[in-house]
């Protein structure tokens, strides 16, 4: 039954060329958008090297001081780190590493931007970063204030043409470092581990980083088991319940270890750094419900078209009523109809998904950008694929299995 379902859905759809361009259209455009922003966002989140251990890594990017008419907020600085957040219970390893920074340097009489991180040695080993060439700078080498630096491979491109690195100096903001590894690139949006340049940070021009609770740096937690984060949190919090502020204007420090969607939720809701949780769990209920109304304007087009087009029907629909089909029968083979129109038009939103996104990762407009369809964003994709066809094909198919025989015969459509 099927089978002959889905031929006579093909006839259908060529039958009414016009009807069909404008629901195809209205479905690939739909999926379109939707699969560029599952996409950017997948890149943001998802576990892609060198973040392969994603499942057991958490943060802490946000921090807040506050007092009883002052509040200062951003991402947290070494000192809270470095006093509280070191030897955290059920912590295997913990890194710290400032969010990149612009820096310059002068090549053949040229200005170049190239964006720094300052490390440690411990953020290499919770990072799987594939070495090109070399190594990375460990402990020691930030203990003792080394001027080494790891690169990507665009700026070995630029600084050396190409040409082999390990050893080599390379200039960056008035400071001299020793190449020690070449890695490849790393798209902008991979906010832990992006950056052209990696230098220790005790290599900075100035120590007064060191005292900062709110600056710009990020904690990186590698955890012996990740459902036992609440236990991780409590202790955090109750460190920094301690913390004695030299400033008189602030008297409460906060942050909490969290993956970097649940910091997107928290900032995304405006709830700070509070000790709620769950953060994640709220966006994702956000975006989709976004996703739901961005489908519902195109949705309810389509179901007007399906129902003007399975209207226009309605003798051939009397016909079969009068031979004894059932109102499930006849609904099912317009809802088999839809979907089928709908999986066409997700095929062809697809296909041109897959070419903008070239597009993007081409025109350099995301810096480093690897967007790509996956298993994740094309199950997510198929499955809003079926919700629309059933929510666009259900109503009209409904209407159509109510009318009375004769008056179908008739040629009504009420």
Not at 253 to 274: H, I, K, Q, S
Not at 333 to 358: D, K, M, P, S
Request: hydrophobic content about 45%; proline content about 4%.
């Amino acid at each position: 039954m099927i089978k002959s379902y889905l031929k006579l859905a093909l006839k259908v759809l060529l039958r009414r060329k016009f009807f069909t361009f404008i629901s195809l259209f209205g479905i690939a455009f739909t999926l379109v958008v939707l699969t560029l922003v599952t996409a950017l966002l997948d890149h943001v989140v998802a576990a892609y090297p060198p973040e392969t251990k994603h499942g057991r890594t958490v943060g802490i990017y946000y921090a807040q001081l506050s007092g009883e008419h002052s509040r200062r907020n951003g991402f947290a600085g070494y000192a809270l780190l470095d006093k509280y957040a070191r030897n955290l219970p059920n912590v295997e390893q913990m890194a710290v590493a400032t969010l990149q920074s612009g820096a310059y340097s002068y090549l053949n009489g040229q200005r170049v931007k190239s964006y720094l991180k300052r490390t440690d040695g411990t953020f290499w080993q919770i990072l799987d970063f594939h070495f090109l060439e070399g190594g990375p700078f460990t402990n020691a080498d930030v203990a003792d204030h080394r001027m080494v630096a790891v690169i990507n491979d665009t700026t070995r491109v630029r600084f050396f043409g190409g040409q082999p690195a390990l050893g080599k100096i390379i200039e960056v903001d008035g400071q001299r470092f020793t190449v020690v590894g070449v890695v490849p690139d790393v798209p902008i949006l991979r906010l832990v581990p992006f950056a052209d340049i990696w230098v220790p940070h005790t290599t900075a021009k100035s120590d007064s980083y060191t005292r900062e609770y709110v600056g710009d740096f990020m904690g990186i937690f590698l955890l012996n088991d990740p459902s036992k984060l609440a236990l991780t949190r409590d202790e955090l919090w109750s460190r920094l319940r301690t913390m004695k502020p030299s400033d008189p204007m602030f008297n409460k420090l906060e942050a909490t270890p969290e993956t970097l969607f649940d910091t997107m939720g928290r900032m995304f809701t405006g709830n700070g750094t509070g000790a709620g949780t769950g953060f994640g769990g709220r966006l994702q209920i956000a975006l989709t419900v976004a996703a739901c109304l961005f489908m519902l304007l195109p949705a309810v087009n389509l179901i007007n078209l399906n129902t003007s087009r399975i209207m226009e029907r309605a003798s051939e629909i009397g016909v079969r009523k009068a031979f004894g089909a059932s109102s499930r029968t006849l609904v099912g083979q317009f809802v088999v109809e839809n979907l089928v129109l709908t999986l066409v038009g997700a095929a062809i939103g697809f296909a041109g998904a897959a070419l903008l996104l070239q597009v993007i990762n081409s025109s350099g407009t995301i810096q480093y950008a690897q967007l790509q369809l996956n298993y994740r964003i094309f199950g997510w994709g198929v499955l809003l694929a079926v919700v629309f066809g059933l929510l666009s094909g259900v109503y009209p198919a409904w209407r159509m299995s109510r009318l009375h025989p004769v008056m179908a015969l008739k040629g009504a459509s009420r």
